[in-house]
């Protein structure tokens, strides 16, 4: 057993304090949604276009990363990225009408993708240095960051705090996180020959290389719609449960913020515990379970009426079930075969982030059409399909150090 060293645990804490304000920064925000498109008198179709702009964004930012990482390094790439997503979040706050919260949206998802790539990198490299896994551990401070920053949201919006200045505290606090895990992750983090292009290292076989790439793309895809299943019920966390505690629960406006929590929360829960069932048994196994989960508790969800214990179970239930869905996605794109470990993740990453593009659309359309409880009967859908995908990530327990995966 690899025994990590001060300074190896130092770059974990560090890079947990990462992914923890990166969690906490952009789910500051999500609480005071029904607020905010009460105050812009959004729709609901309205109101699922303008959040998927930070989904838009995230994937208009998904050729940035790999340079600013390797012109400045991972750690000063995620410090900086957090003070302007900080600004860009805070900014909704002051949106008059919907299209500026959408441009807030835009810019907070564009420099997000950015962090979350420069953060992974980041933990890679540690968890390569320590010589054990650290991922998926990360990935659950990063929920442990949302709920924290949905938790302290919802209170302040239940205290009638001001949205601007919650909104602008919280862009600074995680500012000083992300700074004091710089300062912990230290040279942990640096690797030389960052920005050695694949080309270069081998010019004679370009046709060989594209012909490998595609083959990787056509393979990830049954992955790709496994984490698809996942950010689908992250979306409608982020952007519908508080929603649906209010239109659906009966909850008032100020406190519907726990329903964030509730689902957050629950994943959170579900990445601790994940690695334990996976080691037991697999992750097809686990996801399969999941997935069952899932569709349980979007069944629960369509089915209340002014009910919100049995709302919030079924939020609970969809958020536990999700809980290894993206993680193990990403550690089975880095078995990928004919293509680096990074690039598989790097494939099934960004392919990924198109559940975030569809998901509030739908589900606003639907809800604009019909009702939001049939707009959210969507949920019941990614469960089913999560669990019929699942053998798509394999029956073998995972490797350890396996290198590359969101943080989400």
């Known amino acids: 057993m690899t025994h990590p060293t001060p300074p190896m645990r130092r770059a974990t804490a560090g890079v947990g304090l990462a992914f923890a304000s990166n969690g906490a920064i952009f789910a500051s925000l999500l609480p005071w949604y029904p607020l905010l498109s ?3 008198d959004l729709g609901a179709a309205q109101f699922g276009l303008i959040v998927a702009c930070f989904a838009v964004g995230s994937i208009a930012s998904s050729a940035l990363p790999a340079p600013l990482i ?8 995620a410090v900086v990225g957090t003070a302007l997503v900080g600004v860009a979040v805070a900014s909704a706050a002051w949106a008059a009408a919907g299209w500026m919260l959408a441009l807030a949206l835009l810019a907070a998802g564009f420099l997000d993708a950015v962090i979350d ?27 442990l960051g949302a709920v924290a920053g949905g938790g302290v949201a919802t209170l302040a919006a239940a205290a009638g705090a001001d949205v601007r200045l919650h909104l602008a505290l919280t862009g600074v606090a995680c500012l000083a996180l992300v700074l004091v895990g710089g300062r912990l992750i230290g040279p942990a983090a640096r690797a ?7 080309a270069s290292a081998d010019p004679a076989t370009p046709v060989r290389r594209g012909s490998r790439l595609r083959r990787a793309l056509v393979v990830s895809l049954p992955l790709v719609a496994v984490a698809i299943c996942g950010t689908m019920v992250e979306d ?40 334990a069932l996976i080691q037991r048994t697999s992750r097809a196994a686990v996801a399969r379970l999941g997935g069952a989960l899932i569709a349980l508790g979007g069944i629960l969800v369509v089915s209340t009426t002014g009910q919100v214990a049995a709302l919030l179970v079924g939020l ?16 089975a794109a880095a078995e990928i075969p004919g293509v680096s470990a990074g690039a598989g993740v790097t494939i099934v990453s960004w392919l990924m982030r198109l559940g975030f ?6 589900i606003g359309g639907l ?9 959210l009967g969507l949920v019941i859908v990614v469960g089913v399909a999560a669990a019929l995908l699942a053998g798509a990530l394999g029956g073998r327990r995972p490797h350890q150090g396996t290198a590359g995966a969101s943080a989400r």
């Not at 390797?70 to 000063?76: D, E, H, I, T």
């Not at 449960?241 to 629960?249: D, N, P």
């Open 367 to 375: 809800a604009d059409a019909v009702d939001l409880r049939l707009g």
């Open 236 to 275: 409608v966390a982020n952007n519908w449960a508080a929603l649906s505690a209010v239109r659906i629960g009966g909850l008032p406006v100020d406190v519907a913020g726990v329903a964030f929590i509730v689902v957050i929360g629950s994943q959170c829960v579900g990445r601790f515990t994940g690695d």
């Open 192 to 198: 030389p020959g960052d920005a050695r292009p694949a």
């Open 316 to 331: 609970a239930l969809a958020g536990y079930g999700s809980a290894t869905l993206v993680p193990s996605a990403t550690r």
């Open 70 to 77: 390797a012109r400045f390094g991972a750690v000063p790439v």
């Open 117 to 143: 790539v420069a953060q992974n990198v980041a933990g890679i490299r540690v968890q390569d240095a320590a010589g054990r896994s650290i991922l998926s551990s990360m990935h659950a401070l990063w929920s």
């Open 357 to 362: 593009l569809v998901t509030s659309p739908l």
């Open 38 to 40: 009460e105050r812009l």
